[in-house]
C-alpha cells in the first residue's frame, strides 16, 4: 500500500527508549498523511495496557500518545499470542481502539505495508 508506515514494536514500554521514538515517529507519518499503524508485540505488547503511573519514574506514560494518535486515524494491533503468553488477553486492560491481531493477519499486514519500523 503507497504512503503507509507500519510500527513493529517489540520492546517493553519503559526502561529505554524505543517506544517513545517509536511513538515520535508515528505523529510524524500522521502528520504526513500516512497510512499508518503499529503492531504491539513480544514483549511490546504491554505498552498497550491503559493506566500505566509512571509519576515516580523519569519517563512519560503512553496511553495518552495512543489517544492522540489514534484519533489522528492511526491504528493499534496487539499481536493475540504475544498477550496471550503474557497473561494479557483482557481486554480492558488495553488502551481504548486497540484490536487484536493474529499471526495470518500480522504476516499480510507487514507484506502490505510499503515502510516497516521495527523498535
Known amino acids: 500500500m503507497k504512503n503507509s508506515l507500519c510500527i513493529l514494536m517489540r520492546h517493553a514500554p519503559y526502561g529505554q527508549i524505543h517506544d517513545a521514538e517509536a511513538l515520535r515517529h508515528m505523529g510524524g507519518a ?22 500505566h ?10 496511553s495518552p500518545l495512543w489517544a492522540q494518535h489514534l484519533a489522528k486515524g492511526a491504528r ?3 499481536h493475540a499470542p504475544s ?20 499471526d495470518d493477519a500480522l504476516a499480510r499486514l507487514l507484506v502490505d505495508c510499503e515502510t516497516v519500523m521495527v523498535y
Not at 500522521?30 to 493506566?51: H, I, N, P, S
Not at 503511573?53 to 503512553?62: G, K, M, V
Open 53 to 62: 503511573d509512571t509519576t515516580a519514574t523519569p519517563w512519560t506514560a503512553l
Open 83 to 102: 498477550a496471550q503468553a503474557r497473561g494479557l488477553l483482557a481486554a480492558e486492560r488495553l488502551v481504548a481502539g486497540a484490536q487484536w491481531i493474529e
Open 30 to 51: 500522521l502528520a504526513e498523511k500516512m497510512d499508518t499503524c503499529a503492531v504491539l508485540m513480544d514483549d511490546g505488547v504491554y505498552a498497550a495496557c491503559d493506566g
Open 76 to 78: 493499534l494491533y496487539v
